[in-house]
């Protein structure tokens, strides 16, 4: 059996999701050399090539990313664990909630106006949700379902509605009444804008690959791109934007997540007041 220690997978996900051992370095804080030896021992005790190295620079094996797979959980739970137990020893502290910046803002407030406990708001970009409950920085979230990942958190639905189009407000498509998935993605001049899958990459696709929420809102702007979102999250559009009906897109519903089987009281009783909004 190969017991497998944090800091060697801290490395590891570095030089994973960097590829490229200087820049890893960088990001961890340490000299190149002892990281390249690091990962070459790793190697060495495992058994299997990790990374390729050639002039080309630096690519995941097979093995590589079974291991970037299986290390990121593992790395979160033992953050989570951590995190979990201080917050456990000061029974006043706020619940912290995680929330997409400019999401389901007027359900946001309802909730929060409901709520009986004190609560800390927790705001990050697209997608990144999960990772805040996983790593134990957050207690629950608001997400989107069928486009989060949900795997291993429980959930109570709070709203299923349809989804927009957010146009440039001087391009053509602003002045149309409705829209279908195909007619908004055949646009050649305003693709829509892509976002990073779980694994960190990219959809093919000609429209520009976007991260953050102020980036989207600044391409829109500029008559650059166009993205397709629940109708309540429009509440962040600018003022060059427009908001157009896309008659076939699925339906988007609101949960609140938390880690499966939490035993947190104060998220117990969030849960019923997020349930008792429907």
Known sequence: MHDLETRELRYFVAVAEALHFGRAATALGIAQPPLSRAIRQLEQRLGVQLFVRDRRGVALTDAGRVLLREARPALDAIAAAARRTQRAADPERPLVLVTKAGASHALLQRLLDASTAPIEVLLCEVGEQARFLRDG?????????????????????????????????QHPLAARERLTLAEAGAVADLPIA???????????????EVRTQSEIAQLVALGR?????????????????VAVPVVDAPEITTVLAWPAGSRVPAVAALVRSAAALR
Request: no cysteine; glycine share 6%.
């Open 137 to 169: 920085r957050a207690d629950v979230a608001v997400m989107h379902r069928p486009v989060d990942d949900l795997a291993g958190f429980d959930t109570e639905d709070l709203l299923t509605e349809p989804q927009v189009a957010i146009v440039p407000a």
């Open 194 to 208: 892509r976002w990073p899958r779980l694994d960190g990459s990219y959809p093919d696709g000609p429209g520009p």
């Open 225 to 241: 791109t166009l993205l397709v979102i629940p109708a309540s999250s429009r509440a962040w559009q600018w003022p060059e934007h």
